[in-house]
């Protein structure tokens, strides 16, 4: 059975970063992506964002070339831009334009900083964002500078996905109403929101501003990670009194009295210095011969080559080998639906494309 998005039509503006991710979500659950990008440049196979993609090259400062990407824009669910607010009204294909030909379209506009406030028209990058969010100031060792989580905070957590969150959103609404709007995605805002909890945590005095001195930021020696003998990691979250029970009984600290202080942070510290220790006796594999599986939630630190080959992971099919690499998976898994396997990114035959999307329409008005 086609994905669960089979039948949705979405036109992605070429861009980089979160608008590509959250339009390969999009490819990958069923919906039809056309992206339209730049003249003169060349999908490549190992652009893994790209995957499930058909490609229309177009030189949009041309008004030819932009009648023909309204002409796709109209007979479509979903327009998804990732440029600096105005360039897209500049183009001629804003969204006063676009809903004027459309009424129906979502018009999902995912930037850093939003489309409104003073660095609305500043450049910038997901550290950047991440930064003014407070997100960034959270994530690192005590004493040590802040530590740069690559660019899942801003750019894929904040960013991309929520803008899909907000486009299915504003879809479901259309579907009743037959009337589209904006969806205005900044990833400030979506690294604001995914500290939600830790806001709750600081209100209620169980959370400090300083890194490394809390719960899950690995201030708490149940919550870190230890070097093993070989060098390679292990990651602990015994958080639950039961699993901590485990962990200590697994390796042989159920009668050492000083481990009995879990969750007095005044003791968590030493006992790091206790545990770092005894993690450097064995190695990795040593290790998770002894506690993985086990309610001692500890697990491999695996690197991208490590990671498809674990026996979880394997049987899952978490990762897939697809146009000549290893790649994830489409996420998540649906009982009714078995998700494609990734393509590359196609050259559009766009008369054909077009043709067959305004013998199809899929915008359904509820009056």
Known sequence: MPGPLHGLK??????????PFCAMVLADLGAEVLRIGREGKEASPHDVLARGR???????????????????????????????PGVMERLGLGPDVCLARNPALVYGRMTGWGQSGPLAHAAGHDINYIAISGALHAIGQAGQRPTVPLNYVGDFGGGAM???????????????????????????????LLSAMFYGFKAAGQWSSERGENLLDGGAHFYDVYACADGKYLAVGAIE?????????RCGL?????????????????????????????????????????DACVAPVLD???APA??????????VEANGMV???????????????PTAPQPADADALLARWTQHPTQETVS
């Not at 006796?281 to 002894?290: K, P, S």
């Open 10 to 19: 979405v036109v992605e503006m070429e861009g980089i970063g979160p608008g």
């Open 54 to 84: 058909q490609v229309l090259a177009l030189n949009l400062r041309e008004p030819h070339a932009r009648d023909r990407a309204l002409a796709f824009i109209e007979r479509a669910d979903v327009l998804i831009e990732g440029f600096r």
């Open 162 to 192: 929520l803008l899909a969150v907000g486009i299915l959103s504003a879809l479901w609404e259309a579907r009743r109403t037959g009337q589209g709007q904006v969806v205005d995605a900044a990833m400030t805002d979506g690294a604001a």
């Open 241 to 249: 009194p039961q699993f901590y029970a485990e962990l200590r009984s």
């Open 254 to 294: 159920a009668d050492n009295p000083d481990f009995d202080h879990q969750t007095d942070a005044r003791w968590w510290p030493s006992l790091k210095v206790k545990l770092a220790d005894l993690f450097l006796t064995r190695t990795q594999q040593q290790w998770c011969a002894l506690l993985e599986g086990s």
């Open 304 to 306: 991208w080559d490590e």
């Open 310 to 319: 674990h026996p979880h992971n394997a049987a899952r099919g978490t990762y």
């Open 327 to 341: 790649q994830p998976a489409p996420a998540p898994r649906f009982s009714r639906h078995a998700l494609r396997v």
